[in-house]
């Protein structure tokens, strides 16, 4: 019960959840609470700027009225308290103004606030979707530059403001538009899956409703083109096949047979070549239809691959002198 040293939470977290939750009872109607609900807004360390700006004018209503009254004595005395029962982490003398704590005592107050004032945790997580979105340049170029905007997608998803976290954050910001930044530049598909994470329900097999079906296809083959890049080629396949299919629907051929260029390249990596022949065949017909002459010409050399790989020789060759011939005409030097 309260007053009991927590030192280790048991891997499935019952025992820590029943001590939680009697320190939830200890602490009813005080501000260390309150504290925690706010701990468990996060997945990572509460920084100091991230807390102010929760506790700031006007309050939320279930869960920053008694902290914004708090003189910084009494805050501190209240953050105190929870670390003497190590429900939050010591302080750190090199760093110390971030609030820290187990992953289990976010997850459990976390949790709780969402079941219990869902208002509060959605203005809440909209308060850290701002904030974060203020702590990076507009078009930042390192990962240490970045990372606050992959927070403000990860807080504007809980906000309930998907699309506008999808195509102001992530698509122009991290991934700057088509120049695909984030990958090209950064190579930090792992990091876009995990924000890309926040728009499905459940992942990866179906974005959230609160997303326009332009953006479905388009976080669809994010997600597969991400965990394709990452060696996760079974995962990758059915991401990228429902991305096609949203893509075909709107009649968007050139991103669609560049989605179905990518899918018969990945079957054909895992050795699905009667998959990987009728997907590189679906290439040219869509690539066709788009009137793109790159596309034309580079899916011809997708179904080319596919076939010489099967052992159908002649007919490779014979989709390879067609490209050629139209890479010529297109780019005669």
């Not at 997945?43 to 506790?55: H, M």
């Not at 994010?222 to 396949?237: D, I, N, P, S, T």
């Amino acid at each position: 019960g309260p007053g009991q040293r927590v030192s280790r939470y048991p891997r499935r977290g019952g025992h820590a959840r029943r001590v939680m939750a009697s320190y939830e009872r200890w602490f009813e109607n005080k501000p260390e609470l309150d504290i925690l609900h706010v701990m468990g807004l996060f997945d990572r360390p509460a920084e100091s700027g991230a807390i102010q700006a929760l506790r700031a004018e006007p309050p939320i209503e279930g869960l920053t009225e008694k902290l914004q009254e708090l003189s910084e004595a009494d805050w501190r005395f209240a953050v105190d308290n929870l670390r003497r029962v190590r429900l939050l982490a010591g302080e750190d003398p090199d760093n110390p103004g971030p609030l820290d704590c187990h992953p289990l005592v976010r997850e459990h107050f976390g949790e709780r606030l969402e079941a219990g004032h869902p208002e509060a945790w959605r203005e809440a997580h909209g308060r850290l979707y701002e904030y974060y979105k203020s702590q990076a340049p507009h078009q930042p170029d390192t990962m240490e530059e970045i990372m606050p905007l992959y927070a403000a997608v990860a807080h504007g998803c809980r906000a309930g403001r998907h699309q506008e976290a999808l195509e102001e954050v992530f698509w122009r910001r991290i991934r700057r538009r088509r120049e695909a930044y984030s990958w090209t530049k950064l190579g930090a598909f792992g990091t876009d899956l995990a924000a890309l994470s926040g728009f499905f329900d459940p992942p990866w097999r179906k974005p959230v409703d609160a997303i326009t079906e332009a953006w479905r296809g388009f976080v669809l083959n994010a997600v597969g083109f991400c965990l394709r890049a990452l060696g996760r080629l079974a995962e990758a396949a059915q991401p990228m096949q429902a991305g096609l299919e949203a893509t075909i629907e709107r009649e968007d051929w050139k991103n669609a047979a560049v989605a179905a260029g990518n899918l018969s390249e990945l079957y054909l990596t895992i050795g699905e070549l009667a998959q990987a022949l009728e997907t590189a065949r679906r290439s040219v017909d869509l690539a066709d239809r788009s009137g793109d002459a790159f596309q034309r010409m580079g899916k011809r050399t997708t179904l080319a691959d596919a076939l010489h790989q099967t052992g159908r020789l002649d007919e490779a060759e014979e989709l390879f002198r067609e490209a050629e011939a139209m890479q010529e005409e297109r780019q005669p030097q």
